[in-house]
């Protein structure tokens, strides 16, 4: 599977096993960086790796 730069927000929602909701409020609180393609919303994978990574204890 190639390697994907940017996903959809239903895509982070599966990645982190979150819903819309809580995706938009790390995007409105900068945790999450988001990426506008026409009315599509995409979040970059680098965002969600550095989310992750700091969740790691």
Do not use: W
Request: charged share 25%.
């Amino acid at each position: 599977m190639a390697r994907k730069d940017l996903l959809t927000v239903k895509e982070t929602q599966t990645a982190l096993s979150c819903g819309r909701t809580l995706i938009y409020k790390l995007i409105n609180d900068g945790t999450l960086t988001k990426v506008k393609l026409g009315g599509s919303t995409r979040i970059t994978a680098a965002s969600i790796k550095k989310l992750v990574e700091g969740a790691a204890v």
